[in-house]
């Protein structure tokens, strides 16, 4: 089966796919991809090359080289030019004049770049080469339309986890001398490699990759701090001082060149693209127990009404959480309706306490409210101002005001504060920080490649607080603020959404980035996780009232969105434990195994826009299964009736073929 799978082009695919009986939608193509994606428009095409034996893509929405692989080794993830504001945030690039010449030895690409958003007006020509010889060289050549103030402006090189970590590096710095050294397996909390002209690292069997650098100074940083899947490359160093103004008419130049060398594997003939199938395996000798999975209180304010409170109950939320800010009085209303909606929902609640300099006043009164609402409380989440590390003698007043409650440590922002801001003593129960995979890009090949960095975190975390627990809160597909903005609290102009909303919160592939969000945070050992809110743009369904803005969120008014249905997946199971499972391709597949008792929960989830066939292993073959699919076809009909769509199931072998961005879950008895 194997064999003949290797030989389907994506053609084949779907032929097989729509043989099989998997659901397939006609009609209106945009409310499919809405439902898939999360916008109406088809996603940008990429466009496959090749210099001898060295493959990549170039990715027509970012502007960006990408995968360039070795044969089967991944050598970059990508390498692209930004423009970054003063508040860090980038200025998307619009591509166009777009040229290719390719070739049995090798191609070249010439293509033009605008970076628009006033007051910034950046344009830059890009042309990337590729020879026989397996060398590809990446230039930029721009020039400032306007005046404006950038934080950074250049080339940024990303280097992938795997056949990285744990490699040997040897870096060439500007005056031509040395560095060697070992890529750090935890999480660098600052830079590990300064003054870079050239970067040379050991993939495997005697395979290595050199990337050389011109017309700055580059400098790395652990971008897994951020939740990211790689190594960065940058240009100017962040010692100095920044931001800076780029006056009109200043011209900007820069050069990456990337080469293979050592073992070379033969240039593999063009051909027609194949599909195989990924391999999908299960450990059931490794297990840990199933994280607490909470959920955050809307920010919207609005009560849950009876059929909203009903759904979330199913979703057996361990917690809710609820953010304090201590400084002001508005936190008492806050508190005092999640402490109501938690009881009704039959969860503990997690206080989010951001505190004052002074605190133990604050923490007093949060503690007298707690006590006058009967909440029962999980743990309370502890924010010192400006971002400052926690240590015991800021801690110790705190816990005795806090009583018996579980106290946690750490940053409302990303994990890059813990891991630079790490928590001194031995007072606190647990560390937290919060997770957004969209910090630094926003497409969905990105998106997707940051979830692996997120067992990274945690792993890393474990060490910081010498194995207490790790509390991941809240998990949100966007940014809910930028730390470093001057005016985080600015308001969002009329008719516009805000930044911290996602249209792809209403999509299969937020499901689908849920699933695998779980899958790595439980497996690296997270004790607990908050995901999203209960309702509302942000949340796992949408209110009663509906979108205020059904223009830009077109969701149903009263519909849950179809990561509702992996987070009831996962509540089944929630008093069970997350059996280690990997996939051999995670940017095409990936999979959550589930276990309690003798019963067993596989949910498996294309993160892809194509046709995906996949096989399992580590599965008994004759056991006997009960399946639901969420897809493009049913997603939805099972959001605005998710009880009858919970209901429903098929018996025996499904077919093993995923849909774009489906979810498969498979019940073994």
């Known amino acids: 089966m194997l064999g003949w799978y290797a030989m389907m082009t994506r053609r084949d695919v779907f032929r097989l796919t729509l043989a099989a009986g998997t659901p397939w939608i006609g009609g209106a193509q945009d409310r499919t991809n809405l439902l898939s994606y999360g916008r109406n428009d088809p996603l940008p095409e990429t466009i496959a090359l090749r210099a001898g ?46 040229k290719i010449s390719a070739g049995e030895d090798g191609f070249e690409l010439t293509f033009d770049v605008d970076c628009v958003r006033p007051p910034y007006d950046f344009a830059w020509r890009g042309r990337i080469a590729g020879g026989k010889e397996g060398t590809i060289r990446f230039t930029f050549d721009g020039e400032a339309r306007t005046t404006f103030l950038r934080n950074r402006l250049g080339f940024a090189l990303l280097h992938p986890v795997r056949g990285f970590v744990g490699h040997a590096v040897e870096i060439e710095r500007a005056d031509g001398t040395r560095q060697n050294g070992i890529a750090p397996e935890s999480v660098s909390p600052h830079q590990p490699y300064f003054d870079i002209k050239a970067i040379t690292h050991a993939v495997e069997g005697g395979l290595s990759a050199e990337v050389r650098f011109e017309g700055e ?124 909606e938690a009881s009704s929902l039959g969860a503990d609640l997690e206080v989010a306490a951001h505190l004052p300099e002074d605190a133990a006043p604050a923490i007093r009164e949060l503690r007298e409210r707690l006590t006058g609402a009967r909440a029962r409380v999980a743990g309370v989440l502890l924010y010192r101002a400006q971002g400052k590390a926690a240590d015991d003698a800021w801690l110790a007043p705190l816990r005795k005001e806090l009583g018996g409650a579980k106290a946690a440590v750490g940053t409302d922002d990303g994990f890059v504060a813990l891991n630079r801001g790490r928590p001194a003593g031995s007072v606190f129960d647990a560390v937290c920080y919060s997770i957004t995979p969209q910090v630094h890009a926003i497409d969905n090949m990105t998106v997707v490649e940051n979830l692996a960095a997120q067992a990274d975190t945690v792993a890393t975390s474990l060490s910081i607080s010498g194995g207490k627990p790790v509390w991941v809160s809240p998990v949100t597909l966007k940014m809910r603020y930028n730390p470093n903005a001057k005016n985080p609290d600015a308001p969002t102009p009329a008719g516009q959404l805000p930044a911290s909303v996602d249209t792809r919160q ?42 205020a803005l059904p223009a830009l969120f077109p969701s149903t008014a009263g519909a849950v969105f179809p990561l509702y249905h992996v987070l009831a997946d996962f509540a089944d199971f929630s008093s069970g434990q997350i059996v280690q499972a990997d996939s051999a391709e995670p940017l095409r597949a990936e999979i959550l195994a589930l276990r ?14 194509e046709y995906c066939p ?49 979810l498969l879950t498979i019940d073994l008895g």
Not at 510 to 517: K, L, M, P
Not at 519 to 538: D, S
Not at 596 to 602: A, E, H, P, T, V
């Open 53 to 98: 034996p060295v493959t990549a893509i170039f990715d027509i929405e970012t502007s960006a080289l990408r995968y360039v692989r070795v044969g089967r080794h991944e050598v970059v993830r990508a390498a692209y030019a930004a423009v970054r504001d003063s508040d860090w945030g980038t200025v998307q690039p619009r591509l166009h004049g777009l």
């Open 217 to 340: 100074t580059f400098e790395m940083e652990d971008h897994r701090n951020w939740t990211d899947a790689s190594f960065k490359t940058y240009c100017t160093p962040l010692a100095l001082p920044y931001p800076v103004e780029v006056k009109k008419g200043t011209k900007v130049a820069q050069a990456i060149e990337i080469r293979a060398k050592g073992a070379l594997p033969a240039a593999m003939p063009r051909s027609r693209m194949t599909v195989v199938p990924v391999a999908l395996s299960v450990d059931p000798a490794a297990s840990r127990p199933a994280p607490k999975v909470g959920i955050g209180s809307a920010y919207h304010g609005q009560t849950l009404p009876a059929r909203e409170s009903a759904r979330l109950r199913a979703l057996k939320p361990a917690h809710l959480r609820v953010d304090c800010k201590l400084t002001g009085s508005a936190w008492q209303d806050a508190l005092r309706r999640a402490a109501a």
């Open 506 to 547: 209403l999509s299969l592939f937020g499901a689908a980035w849920t699933a695998a969000s779980l899958k790595f945070l439980g497996q690296a050992g997270a004790a607990r996780a908050t995901y999203y809110e209960t309702t509302g743009w942000r949340g796992t369904m949408e209110t009663e009232r509906g979108s």
């Open 596 to 609: 309690s008792g003798l019963k067993w929960r596989l949910v498996l989830c294309n993160l892809t826009h």
């Open 614 to 662: 996949v096989r399992l292993e580590g599965v008994a073959a004759g056991a006997l299964a009960l399946s639901r699919r969420l897809n493009a076809g049913n997603a939805a009909a099972a959001c605005e009736r998710p009880e009858e769509f919970r209901r429903s199931g098929q018996r025996g072998r499904p077919e093993l073929t995923l849909a774009p961005y489906e």
